[in-house]
């Protein structure tokens, strides 16, 4: 990060790093099935993409943050989205296999994955990552990501707390918990004890150097993180422990809670038609700047709430983007 005087935000070139899989895909359900050993691993909201979300997001992107420059699509070999169009040289798909040691593939773990993004080759200096559950849903500018004032990250945290440092190794926490729990023992040995909220699930802005600063600040623990095919005890979750490592060592910045739930909103998809109908009502009439529609359909998803929900997208962004066939 620029010391001194801070650079123009705006003049910043970005570009969009997705993390994307669809087990529906030739082949992806049988190689999943081959290397898993729990129910975790073959659990459908991770690997599913019922609601084609990444192509509206990528709607998303062209409506409300034209600024961004380039898109990389990073999959497994041989993905590919059943709607993408190569006219548009802007987006790329970048196998795991580009980047990935041969000896970690195939890859589900999605913590493994993220711990790669930044050496995409061609990819900008800062960059935003983004899962394909979130979209923009207003104008987002460079500096809802980056203070104009001192350069530094921001980061929106949430009212929920994390899982402790001591129920790290707890698996009725179940992989993603245990993982915050184990980000927070990390941190809490390198920086002090603390009771950490949630990052809300929105884009992350990262600038390569510090996420590779990150990564060599606890190589032992990435390294057992690379080598797990499945999210496992002792992984590190990226995207939650790079906002504090921004923050703790002067990089970043705490937004408030009324920021995060004003700019951003975020809607966990169940089998509950009411409950659904309300968020995505919420949603239309707030217009949030950043929202999530996460995956917690279970095996069997109700036809009606992802009918419901489609409609709701394609109302949202009517226009195909010009990534689209």
């Known amino acids: 990060m620029q010391k001194g005087n801070p650079m123009k935000v705006d003049s910043i070139p970005i570009d969009i790093v997705y993390t994307w899989v669809d087990d529906q895909l030739p082949g992806y359900r049988n190689q999943l099935q081959q290397y898993a050993d729990s129910k975790h691993d073959t659990n459908p909201n991770r690997t599913r993409d019922n609601l084609d979300l990444l192509k509206y997001s990528l709607r998303s992107v062209e409506m409300y943050v034209p600024w961004i420059r380039n898109i990389y699509i990073f999959t497994s070999r041989p993905q590919v989205p059943e709607w993408f169009s ?36 061609g990819l900008s200096d800062y960059f935003l990552y983004i899962e394909d559950d979130m979209l923009f849903g207003n104008h987002t500018g460079i500096d809802d990501f980056i203070s104009s004032t001192d350069n530094k990250v921001l980061i ?15 698996s009725k926490q179940g992989p993603w918990d245990m993982a915050l729990g184990y980000c927070n023992h990390l941190l809490n040995i390198s920086y002090g004890w603390r009771n950490r909220a949630s990052v809300n699930h929105v ?56 920021s995060t739930y004003k700019k951003t909103f975020y809607l966990g998809l169940e089998n509950n ?20 529609l996460n995956d917690n359909f279970g095996n069997n998803p109700d036809v009606h709430v992802v009918n419901m929900t489609r409609k709701f997208l394609d109302d949202y962004y009517p226009v195909k983007s010009s990534f689209e066939i």
């Not at 929106?156 to 707890?170: G, S």
């Open 86 to 121: 190569y006219r548009n040289n802007r987006i790329k798909v970048i196998h795991h296999d580009e980047i990935i040691h041969s000896e970690l593939l195939p890859t589900f773990n999605s913590f493994c994955i993220a711990s790669y993004v930044h050496q995409i080759k």
């Open 156 to 170: 929106y945290p949430r009212i929920r707390k994390t899982t402790k440092a001591e129920k790290r190794n707890d």
């Open 203 to 258: 884009p992350l802005m990262v600038e390569k150097k510090n996420w590779g600063d990150m990564i060599e600040k606890w190589p032992d623990s990435f390294e057992v993180t690379r080598q797990s095919r499945f999210r496992s005890k002792f992984n590190i979750a990226p995207e939650y422990l790079y906002p504090y490592f921004m923050l703790y060592t002067g990089r970043g910045k705490l937004k408030g809670l009324h």
């Open 273 to 292: 038609r009411l409950l659904i109908a309300t968020g995505l009502a919420i949603i239309k009439l707030m217009q949030p700047k950043i929202y999530c």
